[in-house]
């Protein structure tokens, strides 16, 4: 088992940056990929990015390409999102998602562990 615990989210002005973190405890000795997803009001999951265990190969998809990045610190256990320019439509609850194994994917389903999410306002 891996608790998620994510963290850094809240209310920010169009054009600012938020840098999300996902504490992992647990059986974090294990190896284990993370991905970012997020989820609108009356909208689906979506998601947002992904990183490999050991933090050599990372997704973010392609609409959010050049403002978010995604890192970890195995030594510390923690994932992040950093987002920088966000717009009014990044308003969403974010979550941090882990699954057995080196390689992300892309798909909510192929991830078992998540976290209560954190929100993210953008006004405008």
């Known amino acids: 088992q891996v608790q998620l615990v994510e963290s850094g989210g809240g209310l920010v002005q169009a054009g600012g940056s938020l840098r999300l973190s996902c504490a992992a405890s647990g059986r974090t000795y294990n190896a284990y990929a993370m991905g970012w997803f997020r989820q609108a009001p009356g909208k689906e999951r979506e998601f947002v990015g992904g990183?490999?265990?050991?933090?050599?190969?990372?997704y973010i998809s392609d609409s959010l390409k050049g403002r978010f990045t995604i890192a970890r610190d195995n030594a510390k256990n923690v994932g992040y999102l950093q987002m920088n320019s966000l717009k009014p439509e990044d308003t969403a609850v974010y979550y941090c998602?882990?699954?057995?194994?080196?390689?992300?994917?892309?798909?909510?389903?192929?991830?078992?562990?998540w976290g209560e999410g954190t929100q993210v306002t953008v006004s405008s």
């Open positions: 998602a882990a699954r057995s194994g080196t390689i992300y994917r892309l798909t909510p389903r192929e991830y078992d562990y």
């Open positions: 990183i490999t265990w050991s933090g050599g190969s990372t």
